[in-house]
Each structure stands twice: as structure tokens, then as C-alpha cells.
């Protein structure tokens, strides 16, 4: 019992040291910002590049669909409570973004005519002018 005890000792030892130090799942963090209307927005976070800068991927998933808007450098969750913050309008269903080296990419969609339609905003640590440059950029993502 004892010598079986070693073997399986010696081989759970040599499974763990096989696995490089820097392994990591491909997937680390999948962030789902869902709404009250069945639609979502998804922050996939992607990891570090080489240069130790965060990638996420944005989807918005509606029916079943998901659909990637875009890669960014920062994603999460913005609550109801912040919109008027952001120059989000009241009547959006959910919204994300974040701000990452000096820049914040920001997502938020509506319902027209019962579709999700996403609006892109953003804004620069120097920029020269006031706001977010929200434009709608779904007509194009629309699942």
C-alpha cells in the first residue's frame, strides 16, 4: 500500500512539472453584461500582449447570435446608474467600455424597432473637445 501510495505520488509530481510556468487558459475571463431584454454585451477578456497591454474582444449577443463589435484595451460593465456619466441615453438596454493608457472605447445598444442597435463612443486623455463621439455602428453587426 505504501509503495502504491509512491507511485501515485511520483506520477501526479511529474504531470504538474510538465506544464510550462506561463500556461495559461485560453480563455481567462469572459464578462457578460446581460440586460433585461434578453440582449447582452460580452467582454472576452484576450490577455496580455508582449508588452503586457490587455486585449479584450466586445460581442453583442442577441437570438442566440453573438456577434464581435470589436477588439479593446479595457471592458467592463457600466450600471444603469453611471449612463448619465457617460452621455448614454435613459432608454439603453445595457452598456460596457472601459479606459486603458490614456483612452476609453464605450458601447451601449438600444432597441429600434425591436433590434439592438450599437452605438460606439470614446474619448482621449487630449482630446480638444467635450464628450464621447457617440455614432451608431451596428447597421453593419446587426445578427
Not at 43 to 52: E, F, P, R, V, W
Not at 61 to 89: F, H, L, M, R
Not at 105 to 112: A, G, N, P, R, T
Request: hydrophobic content about 30%; charged content about 25%; some cysteine.
Amino acid at each position: 500500500m505504501l509503495l502504491s501510495a509512491a507511485v501515485v505520488l511520483v506520477i501526479g509530481c511529474n504531470n504538474k512539472s510538465d506544464k510550462k510556468a506561463d500556461d495559461k487558459p485560453a480563455d481567462t475571463t469572459t464578462v457578460v453584461i446581460p440586460s433585461e431584454k434578453g440582449v447582452k454585451l460580452i467582454c472576452k477578456d484576450m490577455g496580455t500582449d508582449s508588452l503586457g497591454i490587455p486585449h479584450y474582444d466586445v460581442y453583442l449577443s442577441a437570438d442566440g447570435v453573438q456577434t464581435k463589435i470589436k477588439s479593446v484595451n479595457a471592458c467592463n460593465d457600466i450600471a444603469k446608474e453611471s449612463y448619465e456619466q457617460y452621455q448614454i441615453p435613459k432608454d439603453a438596454i445595457v452598456a460596457c467600455g472601459g479606459w486603458y493608457a490614456g483612452g476609453g472605447d464605450y458601447y451601449y445598444v438600444i432597441l429600434k424597432e425591436g433590434k439592438p442597435v450599437v452605438f460606439e463612443g470614446w474619448q482621449e486623455e487630449q482630446q480638444e473637445d467635450e464628450g464621447y463621439h457617440w455614432k451608431e455602428i451596428s447597421s453593419n453587426n446587426r445578427p
